[in-house]
């Protein structure tokens, strides 16, 4: 048998089911898929690589920008070292450099050469942010990068 509840409430004159927990949990969990998918959307919009590593360089997040940018599709670069957009002889300076942002939870932004998936160069004024959870706990970088590799041309 079905426990029933009526709803009083001026214009209702039905009976409902009452609220479950596990009703309750799906709606919660369907609203932050749904903010989490809007948000994706947003960072997959902006034109600008925006790529996240964890505390190892690993690539956690790749937006559309940094495929257009590095010619890598999200597929390719996920769980990927970071580095690997380095330039060959420059892996352990980005490296030591990432590191350094890590330790001291630091904001920064720097000129950046790295590499296209062909080979070419990719000049980049990159934006550091350390990524942390609601306790504080660091859990990687977030970098956003604005492609400087030729003139501006407006049309």
């Known amino acids: 048998m079905t426990n029933l509840k009526r709803d009083l409430s001026p214009g209702k004159n039905n009976l409902e089911p009452p609220e479950t927990d596990a009703r309750k949990k799906d709606a919660a969990n369907h609203i932050i898929e749904a903010d989490r998918r809007f948000h994706a959307t947003i960072l997959d919009n902006i034109k600008d690589s925006v790529i996240a590593t964890d505390l190892q360089g690993r690539i956690t997040y790749w937006n559309q920008g940094a ?7 999200s597929a ?8 690997r957009l380095s330039r060959p002889k420059e892996k352990k300076k980005d490296a030591a450099t990432r590191l350094d942002f890590l330790e001291h939870g630091i904001s920064s932004s720097v000129e950046w050469e790295g590499r296209h998936k062909e080979g070419t160069p990719v000049f980049l004024n990159q934006t550091y ?27």
């Open 67 to 73: 495929q257009g940018t590095f010619g890598y599709s």
């Open 76 to 83: 390719e670069m996920l769980g990927e070292p970071v580095t």
């Open 129 to 155: 942010l350390p990524m942390r959870n609601k306790e504080g706990l660091l859990l990687g970088l977030a970098c956003i990068g604005k492609d400087i590799t030729g003139p501006s041309v407006i049309g």
